[in-house]
């Protein structure tokens, strides 16, 4: 194993916030786009020279086992129990929900300019609210909006991103973090994020409801009455593609073409920016 892939685990380890955990297969698809150098991560985690800075307690296996630990299987438990995360019979409990994703680590709220930037945020996996969602009492100010937005952001951790040079000023003076977005296009607007050193995936990610932001989860067997109720759901799909659901608006999802345009699009993004 390489120095430069060891270090490259350890940095991605140090990311893992408190309360969450991540598995080994995860870091290696990360690091390789394949979760078969898991093993690999798995001696890079073990090799951990210090266990403060690296915790590397936070790396378990990918059915939710706590798996190794230098210091001892008993010792890791105990770790992350003082992190919140409950454990029964050496598993994580809720590891759903226990797991760390790349996409909670970026968190928007957007202004009312920037609902197409939304969308595709959400597309993108990031869990992004548009202003106009947020319930503003009606017949205030515009100000008062602003100032709804600003306080959402920074109760939430949420980054702003807004076309306003007023509000991202004061946004700013008020310490909420906020990026200014100057052009018109959603393409050219996913490019400024990536010119803040906002780290953004530009792959498309079935995790999050494109319309309305909540999590979309995978339609099972025996789930099929629920796709034939919408007509939108290209009969003859059913049972050959995979569906996901909105858990809150009941929307459907599938990787049509609209889907394949999307990728297209951001396929050209990532080139244009790899000539940069
Ligand atoms: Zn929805």
Redesign the pocket.
Known sequence: MSEKFHAAVLNLVKQIPRGKVTTYGEIARELTGSVRAARAVGRAVTKNPNHIIVPCHRVVRSDGDVGEYRLGVATKIRLLRAEGIEIQDGKVVNFEQTLFKKEDTLRFVTDRMLGKLSTWLRILGYDTVYAADIAIKKGEEDEDEDNAIATFAACEARILLTRDKNLAASARKNGVPCVQIETAGVMEQLKELLTHNLNINLEPVPVR?S????R?RKVEAGEEAMLKEKSYVPMEMIGKREFWV??????IYWEGSHWRNMREQLRRLNEELFEL
Request: glycine share 8%.
């Open positions: 409801c319309e309305c932001n909540a979309i909105c858990e809150r608006c009941g929307r």
